[in-house]
């Protein structure tokens, strides 16, 4: 985080924390604007999903984007915690507090943000607005930022299934929505590719987001620690914030995690773990959120809805664990996987 932060001023309550300032860069100096002569705007306003900044996953990925784009085009920006317990009401509060104030584009991080940046937009038209995870929003100034996160998770379930010496694997999704129904079909699709003997554990934390699966570690290190007792040598997560404790239980009992969104390997958070981190199904929002902020201060903003797959490289199996690396038959088979559904030969399932 910033350095030097100046707090920005939040006219209503309930808009949530602030990260950072808008004028200043990562080392505290003022930057200024881009430059161009077509961008006027005072930088990216990124909105953050349940769990926030920290989560070492799909937040923290956002962030990244945030803070590349800040940096390349030196501009400002200012990125913004939920609250606890918000509302709907909230969300639409803290979006069109970005707009007002002069943020381009605004990015709402996560498909809860859907209600919130369709009413923002219709409100400030000449904002552009961003979603990551949904693809419901339909207004001329919103980008739909979606992804094949079956694919990430096809190619998740073969690395699963070629290390397992049990037979034995799991799944552990942080809310029980469609979702991270894609996650699940995608890894099940591709355990049983190689194997369609191989058992899973499957394990949904709860059945809404405000119940805390996507920001309850301690619920995820309860769900890993049932699938390795009954069995399980390698459990993959699509959960957040949660899925910290499904690596902790993992690293812990020394048996294979897979991490989701980030490159989970590389989380200085996770570091003590990191050995038993096989590698991650990665999704790039980081890159999303770049692309989009480029676009605009280009001064031609994206459109409509993006979606990112295996043949982009915004999604794919991460190969940081040296311990990976080196089954080189593990990484033949997915890469094969890999090449197998970019050239269509395999089509992945959205539902389990």
Request: charged share 25%; proline share 3%.
């Amino acid at each position: 985080m910033t350095a030097t932060l100046a707090v920005l001023a939040l006219a209503a309550a309930g808009c949530g924390k602030t990260s950072s300032e808008a004028s200043q860069d990562d080392d505290g100096k003022d930057k200024g604007s881009t430059g161009s002569s077509s961008y006027k705007a005072k930088g990216i306003g990124l909105a953050y999903d349940i769990g926030g900044q920290g989560d070492q996953s799909f937040n923290d990925a956002a962030y990244a984007g945030y803070t590349k784009a800040r940096k390349k085009f030196k501009i400002g920006g200012v990125d913004m915690e939920p609250g606890d317990g918000e509302s709907s009401a909230d969300k639409v509060q803290r979006l069109e507090q970005l707009a007002r104030q002069g943020y381009d584009p605004v990015v709402g991080v996560g498909f809860v943000y859907a209600p919130a940046v369709q009413a923002a937009a219709e409100k400030f038209p000449k904002t552009t607005f961003g979603i990551i995870d949904d693809n419901t929003v339909k207004a001329d100034n919103v980008v739909d930022l979606v992804f094949h996160e079956e694919q990430g998770s096809y190619l998740a379930g073969v690395a699963a299934a070629e290390v397992s010496k049990a037979k034995h694997v799991g799944f552990v999704g942080g809310v029980d929505i469609p979702l991270i129904h894609k996650f699940e079909a995608g890894f099940v699709q591709g355990v049983k590719s190689v194997d369609p003997e191989i058992k899973i554990e499957k394990r949904y934390l709860t059945e809404k987001p405000e119940e805390g699966g996507f920001s309850s570690p301690d619920r995820g290190q309860n769900a890993a620690s049932g699938q390795i007792e009954a069995g399980a040598d390698v459990i993959y997560h699509a959960a957040g914030l949660s899925g910290q404790g499904v690596i902790q239980e993992a690293g812990s009992q020394k048996v294979w995690a897979i991490g989701v969104d980030s490159d989970q390997y590389r989380q200085k958070a996770l570091a003590k773990y990191k050995q038993y981190i096989l590698g991650s199904a990665f999704k790039d929002v980081g890159g999303a959120v770049y692309d989009l902020t480029k676009s605009v201060v280009e001064g031609k903003p994206m459109k409509g809805e993006q979606r990112y797959d295996l043949k982009s490289g915004r999604v794919g199996f991460s190969d940081s664990n040296p311990k990976y690396a080196a089954m080189k038959d593990v990484v033949a088979a997915v890469e094969k996987a890999r090449k197998d559904i970019i050239g269509g030969k395999v089509e992945v399932k959205i539902v389990p």
